[in-house]
């Protein structure tokens, strides 16, 4: 019996420590002089393609609209006012949808990134390519370059070969950290992102699949007391924050004003530095090989 | 025009703060609508809803109470009325016009229509329309499909045919859409350039959501939030110049300190100079002038094996 319950708990343990050893954890990044402190501002601009491959009804999609139309541009005058520059994780088809919300937000100085072709990660590999190079040529047809960031879940093997630098899709730190494939193979910079600074767990209803009676909406007045806290609990330990905001959701006029405030409070603190993942991630990646 | 049908409804781009002018001088928009239904879920008004002491509030005090605060700010709103409802508050219903207010339809008995013939759909717009026409000796201008708390998504719900039906019953506009917070364009055929005006909703600015939602006894009562979401959304489209929009339930925010929560509020928006309240009639006719025909550029969509159409 003993034994049964031995070999249970070093199974657990070897699966554990075969997961961890897929992280590469970077204990203190040095951040430039006198920054003590990076924040990203990240936006993942969707529009409605989720909730149309989810297949949901009209009025679902014209709530994801609202990001093309009304969204995005304020958010771009927001980081604009505040001389952030940030990040806005973008699905390739949205390039056939708002090329001109994508070009402001390179000619304003912004990251596009990658946020997969129609919002999800086919499972045949030779399709998943082909969506990774679909969206890099649409963004690139704005940017002049293909995206070296990405928020999803591609292939990490893939992402290598098309020459992304970094992804963005989950938190197992405060900090940016090295992580591999089930392989421990193609070692890639994760800048995590934390799903409690995540706007539309606030906001939206119906988030990830929840129900009308899951709902979880909340006011800005909260959600800037929560984010700051978070915010000076990094600033104090000298680390990061990814603020994950969506076109969709914090495009609405109260929470514009509600980021307006969070930013002017954050940027009053000596040493706050706002540029975009890219910027951040060669940094680490210099400094922090 | 949509950009691209089945994904958008309107332009790509909506109007800036600056283009956006209300009359008289007036700087910011404020509409109310007053959603008379009591439906449950999506199979709309059922006898169980109308059977309850929930709805009785609504019917009497909660309506009685709503319509006093609105009176004493002078304030004018829209009422969204099913054809059940109308027919058990004609006398409110013929009150409500005398004083000013707009009666819009909203089905029916506020069913899902998603599903429905286009025949069947029809038949329930046309005798919703004659049901309040003759209540109300006028034709109703707007039809609203506000979202009940048992459906699966909080945004209403319509069929394919909805918009389309609208135009051809003769509708000024559509009462809840979400894709802007000030009023557009619904296209339905982006070649024949047909099109429906449509006003804006949102559910953080609906008060069911924030009281005692999902049923009772969850604990979920958060009017303060919901007042906060009001103030802080009226602050922002009155700095911007723009429009909010309220939606109120006679039956949820009728009652004590939700009612005390709704005058505080009425009396910090009479405390701001240059808001325009109107019904949602009178803001569509306004915007048919300002903003006449949607704006929008051929699709430039291209079709991919191994990717959504």
């Known amino acids: 019996m003993t034994s049964v319950l031995e070999r249970e708990l070093s199974e657990l343990t070897t699966a554990a420590r075969r997961y961890d050893a897929r992280h590469r954890r970077i204990p203190k990044v040095a951040w430039p002089d006198g920054i003590r402190m990076a924040v990203n501002f990240t936006a993942d601009f969707d529009a409605m393609l989720l909730r149309r491959l989810l297949n949901e009804p009209p009025m679902q999609l014209a709530k994801g609209e609202f990001g093309g139309r009304v969204g995005i541009w304020r958010l771009i005058a927001l980081f604009d006012s505040h001389g952030i520059k940030a990040t806005i994780f973008t699905p390739g088809r949205i390039r056939e949808l708002y090329p001109e919300a994508l070009r402001a937000v390179h000619a304003s100085g912004h990251e596009i990134a990658d946020h997969m072709w129609e ?171 | 025009m949509p950009w691209k049908d089945g994904y958008t409804i309107s332009d790509e781009k909506s109007l800036a703060d600056s283009d956006v002018r209300w009359p008289g001088g007036y700087r910011c928009c404020f509409s109310i609508t007053v959603d008379l239904s009591v439906a449950g879920g999506p199979e709309g008004i059922t006898e169980a809803d109308l059977a309850s002491s929930k709805a009785q509030f609504g ?17 004018k709103a829209t009422f969204a009325t099913p054809a059940v409802m109308a027919r058990l508050q004609a006398y409110a219903l013929r009150l409500l016009t005398q004083e000013g207010h707009e009666i819009a339809a909203e089905g ?63 509708y000024a506009y559509f009462g809840n859409g979400l894709a802007d917070d000030i009023p557009h364009h619904w296209v339905t055929d982006a070649g024949a350039r047909r099109s429906i005006l449509t006003m804006p909703y949102y559910y953080h600015y609906d008060d069911q959501w ?100």
């Open chain 1, 119 to 289: 919002h999800h990660v086919p499972r045949d590999m030779q399709l998943e390519l082909d969506h990774l190079q679909k969206t890099g040529a649409a963004l690139s047809s704005i940017t002049g370059r293909t995206p070296v960031g990405t928020r999803s879940d591609h292939s990490l093997s893939l992402l290598k070969q098309e020459g992304f630098i970094y992804t963005s899709h989950e938190c197992a730190d405060h900090l940016p950290y090295y992580l591999t494939d089930a392989d421990n193979r193609n070692e890639m910079l994760n800048l995590p992102f934390h799903y409690a600074i995540d706007d539309a767990m606030f906001y939206s209803f119906a988030w990830l699949g929840s129900g009308n009676a899951a709902q979880r909406i909340t006011d800005t007045d909260r959600v800037f007391d929560m984010w700051w806290e978070a915010f000076l609990q990094q600033y104090h330990a000298g680390g990061y924050l990814n603020v994950c905001l969506h076109p969709f959701v914090s495009g609405r006029a109260q929470r514009i004003d509600m980021l307006d405030r969070l930013i002017t409070r954050m940027q009053a603190m000596p040493g706050v530095w706002m540029p975009t993942c890219e910027t951040v991630a060669r940094h680490c990646l210099a400094t922090h090989p």
């Open chain 2, 210 to 309: 924030f009281l005692l939602f999902p049923s009772k006894g969850t604990g979920l009562e958060h009017a303060d939030s919901l007042f906060r979401n009001w103030r802080a959304e009226f602050s922002a489209q009155y700095r911007r110049g723009r429009h909010f929009h309220m939606t109120l339930h006679p039956y949820a925010i009728g009652f004590g300190h939700r009612l005390r929560l709704l005058e505080t509020f009425f009396q910090f928006v009479s405390g701001s100079p240059g808001v325009w309240n109107a019904t949602a009639g009178e803001v569509i006719a306004h915007w048919r002038e300002i903003d006449p025909v949607p704006r929008s550029e051929p699709s430039i969509w291209r079709d991919y094996s191994g990717s959504l159409s």
């Open chain 2, 108 to 170: 029916l008995r506020h069913e899902d229509v998603s599903g429905l013939a286009r025949e069947d759909e029809a038949a329930r717009i046309d005798l919703t329309t004659k049901v309040l026409s003759d209540i109300t000796g006028r034709r109703p201008e707007g039809w609203f499909s506000l979202p009940r708390q048992g459906d699966p998504f909080a945004g209403g719900t319509i069929s394919p045919n909805t918009m389309d039906l609208l135009i051809d019953a003769g």
């Open chain 2, 59 to 75: 019917l009497r005090e909660g309506l009685d109470r709503v319509m006093e605060a609105l009176g004493r700010f002078s304030l």
